[in-house]
């Protein structure tokens, strides 16, 4: 039996919508703070509390900026919910490192939240439309207390909108400004004999990939709390809702470490400390890099409360004299997204 075009984009939008709300549904605010913004990570299952050394670090983990290059940048683009065209969420961040002082890093997140149609109170006339953009600034200082130990800091501005016109008669403000904080902390290179070491070589050091250095071993810990500040009011304080604050614990471990082939594996332990459970997911991810040059990943994003936000993702990357292309892909709605973002650094000895 033939289902009515009308009908049939119905059933669609009703299966759209009830798929969102298990993502959205929560009462918080700011949940594209939630994105994973790098596509090394989304390839990875979202790991990145103790093993990304790159101006990402600014979202992941601060204190992992301490370990970063002396200059890099990087940027990611995503279209986190696919089915709408105008959706789309943004990732900029710079870093420089300057040792004996400290690494310092600027963030810019951005979600764009798409055309909104504005239509009558009574009908379903359109009078109008509007373009809805969330962003966040952040800055964000680490300093090393030793070759492998470091500590991290954030502040960031958060900028939410909604739609200047309110339902009915309510009435308010219909931005918001907010402040919130990151903090964190990183031990790496914990037990470096358990990792396996093949033959190592300087002939690639060019190649090195951002953020992994030639010969780091053994096991890197990681802790952070991530947009840490007071609750966001739009209309009333009494719909007052609470930031995406969460804690995360972070482990990596480096497998294998030679010159052709690097294994990495690794594990971020997520609490999101508006739901008031103990851990709300885990993520699980490793990556195969050939010659520092060629990079496979794979990895699993587990809702602990049950399989429906659970996913497996995937992703690949090339990297060469500085330059890192990157792409993953996962299937979080009913679509498959995929996530492209490109890094450049420069170590200056």
């Not at 601060?62 to 990087?74: D, M, R």
């Not at 400390?273 to 990943?297: A, K, N, P, Q, T």
Request: net charge neutral; with cysteine.
């Amino acid at each position: 039996m033939m289902i009515p075009p009308i009908k049939r984009s119905c059933l669609v939008g009703i299966l759209l919508i009830l798929h969102v709300s298990l993502f959205f549904g929560q009462s918080t605010t700011g949940r594209f703070l939630l994105f994973t913004p790098s596509a090394r990570s989304s390839g990875m299952g979202g790991v990145g509390v103790a093993n990304d050394y790159s101006p990402y670090a600014t979202y992941f983990n601060s204190s992992c900026l301490a370990f970063s290059p002396t200059v890099a940048v990087v940027g990611s683009f995503t279209k986190p919910l696919f089915f709408f065209d105008n959706v789309a969420h943004s990732y900029f961040s710079v870093s420089t490192n300057l040792k004996d002082i400290g690494a310092f890093g600027a963030s810019a997140n951005f979600y764009w939240k798409g055309t909104h149609l504005r239509t009558t109170s009574g009908g379903p006339d359109i009078i109008g439309s509007e373009e809805l953009t969330d962003w966040q600034l952040k800055l964000t200082y680490a300093r090393s207390l030793s070759d492998r130990i470091a500590l991290g800091a954030g502040i960031g501005i958060l900028r939410l909108t909604l739609s200047d016109q309110g339902a009915g008669q309510e009435k308010g403000v219909w931005k918001s400004t907010s402040i919130s904080f990151d903090i964190g902390i990183v031990a790496k290179e914990i037990f470096p004999f358990l990792t396996m070491a093949g033959s190592l070589s300087d002939e690639h050091t060019s190649l090195s990939t951002l953020g992994v250095t030639q010969n780091e071993k053994g096991i890197s810990l990681g802790m952070v709390l991530r947009n840490i500040g007071p609750k966001v009011t739009m209309i009333d304080a009494a719909q007052a809702d609470p930031l995406s604050s969460t804690l995360s614990f972070g482990l990596s471990y480096n497998l294998l470490c030679s010159t052709p082939l690097n294994v990495l594996l690794a594990s971020d332990i997520e609490n999101r400390i508006y739901e008031g459970s103990l851990v709300d997911y885990i993520h699980w991810g490793g990556e195969l890099r050939l010659y520092r040059v060629l990079f496979l990943r794979a990895g699993y994003y587990q809702d602990t409360s049950g399989p429906k936000n659970s996913y497996p993702t995937w992703g690949g990357g090339i990297h060469l004299y500085g330059v890192n292309l990157n792409l993953a892909h996962y299937r979080q709605s009913l679509w498959p997204s995929w996530h492209f973002d490109c890094s450049f650094s420069l170590e200056i000895l």
